[in-house]
């Protein structure tokens, strides 16, 4: 399986993307992560196809929302709102093959997407 991630660019404090993540074949679970200069790779949100399962990190609940497009099983989004300059990073899409449940493991995710930039200025 391949993720195609796209969608990132710069944008000012408070202001909003929508981040968008293709898939070529089926996967369980699809998640975003994302990785600040000189900081660790951190989960932002996941969700499993066709359920109401979702996880957010405590950073961005309230702020982003993770959702698939249901005219194409294949596309992931992001809808990032009132992004601060913390936000700022490159973010990536992520998918699980199998799993009970979402996770904020990015070890148990078998696929990855090649990153998009995401920089906030304040």
């Known amino acids: 399986v391949q993720l195609q991630a796209s969608g990132g660019g710069l944008v000012q404090a408070g202001g909003s993307l929508r981040l968008s993540c293709e898939a070529s074949?089926?996967?369980?679970?699809m998640a975003w992560f994302r990785q600040a200069p000189g900081k660790e790779r951190e989960f932002v949100a996941a969700?499993?196809?066709?359920?109401?399962?979702?996880?957010y990190s405590a950073s961005v609940e309230g702020r982003f929302t993770i959702s698939q497009d249901n005219a194409k099983n294949t596309v992931v989004y992001l809808q990032m709102n009132d992004l601060k300059s913390e936000d700022t990073g490159v973010y990536y899409c992520?998918?699980?093959?199998?799993?009970?449940?979402?996770?904020?493991?990015?070890?148990?995710?078998?696929?990855w997407g090649q990153g998009t930039q995401v920089t906030v200025s304040s």
């Open positions: 969700m499993r196809w066709n359920s109401g399962n979702k996880d």
């Open positions: 992520a998918a699980r093959a199998r799993g009970l449940t979402v996770t904020r493991i990015s070890q148990l995710y078998d696929y």
């Open positions: 074949g089926r996967t369980f679970d």
